[in-house]
């Protein structure tokens, strides 16, 4: 996804947001609020929050 399709405008709590890592390959790594009602999460460091808002 590029950064384009993410509102980085505000969280939206009842999506997904993810965090893009910086360049020089570190690893990507996000956040799923719902993932489909199972709770879960894995972070990555020194990286830009953008927001996935719900459709």
Do not use: C, R
Not at 6 to 25: I, M, R, S
Not at 29 to 45: F, V
């Amino acid at each position: 996804m590029s950064p384009e399709a993410f509102d980085t405008k505000k969280a939206n709590l009842q999506g997904v947001f993810y965090k893009v890592p910086f360049e020089g390959g570190q690893s990507m790594g996000h956040i799923d609020l719902i993932s489909n009602g199972i709770p879960g999460s894995t972070l990555a460091s020194g990286a830009a929050v953008w927001y996935w808002p719900v459709k």
